[in-house]
């Protein structure tokens, strides 16, 4: 079975995008915006027509969405999906990226914004006002902010598996399939667990375990673009201890790593470290193995 690459940009590669884009952007007037795919477009008032000439003057993100802050009130708001990516040009470059769905002109630059593959996910949407701005913003808390007796209570409030409840836009802001499997690693929990039946002490690590793996891999990816555009965003990254390595030895124990399937994506963990040896039954190939299927780390020798 194919490893399955379909997670989209997290909270990090968010955070980095919004700090390159801060860099090069903010203050600067914006020209105009040109649609390359009219459907990327998901609002109709304002017209896109009406950024024109107004300047940054702020950038955002809410969840995994991008956003940016004109003068007049208005937002422009780019949710990337799977497969959104961004680029940034010089303006007298002939050969834009592939696949453009939209590019933000700037005076001497240009920012583009493509989609890989025949799917068209990725969303712009224009909106005017704060109030119409927060209709946009699923409502999850963002673990960067919070203290641990409000994450604990704000994990607790629902009985999710910990891998839902990290990854629920609803509950926590930010975080999808990648950065959860590598958080879960480092507190050494199941992403099985239920939240219902945490530990005190568990809940303290998994507080940790979050703040420490997002501001890590931030000031990871900023330190690895030494200063330009970010431009190969990607859920998989070789310095990752779980997520992506399926089979791969953990850089902890170095059990092989184990995955769960579920329609197009998979959670990454290791049995060693974070289930007491236990592997936990994919659906699909526990059915096709029944009584063949492993229970325990060791009998995978």
């Known amino acids: 079975m194919r490893r399955r690459n379909v997670d989209m940009p997290e909270l990090p590669d968010i955070e980095v995008y919004l700090k390159s884009l801060r860099d090069r952007i903010e203050g600067q007037a914006l020209v105009r915006v040109r649609l390359k795919n009219p459907f990327l477009l998901r609002t109709a008032v304002p017209t896109i027509d009406s950024v024109a000439g107004r300047r940054v003057v702020n950038l955002r993100r809410i969840g995994k969405r991008i956003v940016i802050g ?62 119409a701005l927060r209709a946009l913003d699923p409502g999850g808390l963002d673990v960067m902010s919070m203290n641990e007796p409000t994450f604990a209570r704000t994990l607790r409030a629902r009985n999710h598996t910990l891998k839902r409840a990290l990854t629920d836009p609803h509950i926590f802001s930010g975080i999808g399939n990648a950065y959860s499997d590598e958080i879960l690693h480092a507190a050494k929990l199941s992403p099985l667990a239920l939240t219902s039946k945490l530990s ?25 673009r ?18 992506g390595r399926y089979g791969k030895p953990c850089p902890v124990c170095g059990a092989p790593v184990q995955r769960i399937v579920y329609a197009d994506n998979e959670t990454n963990y290791c049995a060693r470290c974070q289930t007491g040896g236990r592997i936990l039954a994919d659906r699909a190939m526990s059915r096709l193995l029944h009584d063949d299927w492993p229970r325990n780390i060791d009998e995978l020798g």
């Open 70 to 131: 004109l003068d007049g009130d208005l937002f422009l708001v780019v949710h990337l999906m799977i497969a959104g990516r961004l680029h940034w040009r010089d303006a007298d470059t002939s050969r834009e990226p592939r696949n453009t769905l939209a590019v933000f002109e700037f005076d001497n630059c240009h920012l583009y914004l493509t989609e890989a593959g025949s799917k068209r996910r990725a969303s712009l949407h224009l909106i005017e006002g704060e109030q």
């Open 200 to 224: 005190d002490a568990d809940a303290a690590a998994l507080f940790a375990a979050t703040r420490t793996t997002l501001a890590a891999w931030i000031a990871r990816l900023d330190e690895q």
């Open 226 to 243: 030494h200063g330009k555009f970010p431009e190969k965003v990607t859920a998989f990254h070789e310095a990752m201890a779980v997520h």
